[in-house]
């Protein structure tokens, strides 16, 4: 494959978003079980590269069309695949995330609960884009469907290590879930115009923007409100939220026609999300010190 073929497809992947995926796996693997083996590297890389290529990457090949009309494509936030190259993101999304996903199917023989696990997680990246599934264009399953793709790693994790879901866990999780999925509503807004003028539905197009805003923030509420009752110190992760709910804060009364300018804060949202995945670490290691996992 050329050289440029592969930075293209590397573009596709969304290498600001590699983290949002291996991340929630690598971080409950690990201080569920306090060991790095195979099943901790085969899982961390899958859920590096591959499992976002194919995400992305097919997604942006059944987007093609109405990515061209989309002023935010062609670089950090999605890459404009040409036509030529449409076949090799589906042969390399397969051929590379198959390779993977033989290996963990190998080293979760001993729980099946984990094939189940990664099963739902590859249909959630499949059906977001395919055609003939599309929930990308069912509003609100769209977000769900969203937020399933990057908390379904780190459920999966929890299954392949046999960790037993404790409360504190459960509610992380799905506070987790309602940050994907104001994450995802929010992201929508900028693309309201494109989206409605291509003909693609989402949360944003089907509920306006001011809605579509209102809601993340009530999303993103729910999911710090929900950790304060995860124990100490645990429960410091709902001040997470408040970042993103102060980017977002100007844009309650947006209306649809200056719903691209949205773009600005979702520029912002992606460096916040590094800020605050390093004071998560911390924090995990700070509750790792307390024997909070053990």
Known sequence: MPENAVRTLLVA?????????AYPF???YLLTTGT????????????????NLAMYGVNDVFDYESDLANPRKG????????????RATLWASAVL?????????????????SWVV?????????????????FKEIPVVDSITSSTHFVSPALYAAALAGTTLTPALILTLIAFFCWGMASHAFGAVQDIVPDRDAGIGSIATALGAAATVRIAVGLWLVAGLLMLFAPWPANLAALAVLPYIAIVAPYLNIDDG?????????????????????GITMLLILCWTEGLFA
């Open 13 to 21: 992947s969304r290498p600001l978003s590699w983290i949002n995926t």
């Open 26 to 28: 690598a971080a409950v």
């Open 36 to 51: 790095i083996d195979a099943a901790f590297v085969v899982g961390t890389l899958f859920f590096l590269v591959p499992y």
């Open 75 to 86: 670089g950090a936030e999605g890459a404009k695949l040409p036509p030529s190259l449409h």
């Open 97 to 113: 995330g198959g390779a993977f996903v033989v290996a963990l199917v190998v080293l979760g023989a001993g729980r099946p609960v």
């Open 118 to 134: 990664l099963a739902v997680s590859l249909f959630a990246v499949l059906a977001y884009s395919v055609p003939g599934l599309r």
């Open 258 to 278: 200056r719903s691209a300018s949205a773009n600005r804060a979702w520029r912002r949202f992606l460096v916040i999300n590094y800020a605050v995945g390093f």
